[in-house]
């Protein structure tokens, strides 16, 4: 069985910094594409991030991109994203998800990922 726990959110002012956190537990972690997704209230989840099994591939949502940056430690099992220049609209309930098959791109959609965790939640004041 697959765990995932997520943390390091929180609340922060417009143009601040925050790093999330994903430790993963249960499987080889090295071998599986790993993503974070967001979902603010009222809204679907949307994607936000993803990294290839070895880190050499990544894949940003147009939203985030040149602000957000996501990155593993496979040492380690675990998947990191780093937000700068945070924005109100990013407020959201952030989750980590691992895919079911090994060695895939990292893909933006929610059914590669077959595990997730509970969340942790991003709040970013104006």
């Known amino acids: 069985q697959v765990q995932l726990v997520e943390s390091g959110g929180g609340l922060v002012q417009a143009g601040g910094s925050l790093r999330l956190s994903c430790a993963a537990s249960g499987r080889a972690f090295h071998l599986y594409a790993m993503a974070w997704f967001r979902q603010a209230p009222g809204k679907a989840r949307e994607f936000v991030a993803a990294?290839?099994?070895?880190?050499?591939?990544?894949n940003y949502a147009d939203s985030v991109k040149g602000r957000f940056t996501i990155s593993r430690n496979n040492a380690e099992n675990t998947v990191y994203l780093q937000m700068n220049s945070l924005k109100p609209e990013d407020t959201a309930v952030y989750y980590c998800a691992a895919d079911r098959t090994p060695y895939r791109a990292p893909g933006a959609t929610t059914a590669q990922y077959d595990y997730w965790g509970p969340g942790t939640q991003v709040t970013v004041s104006s």
């Open positions: 990294i290839n099994w070895s880190g050499s591939n990544t």
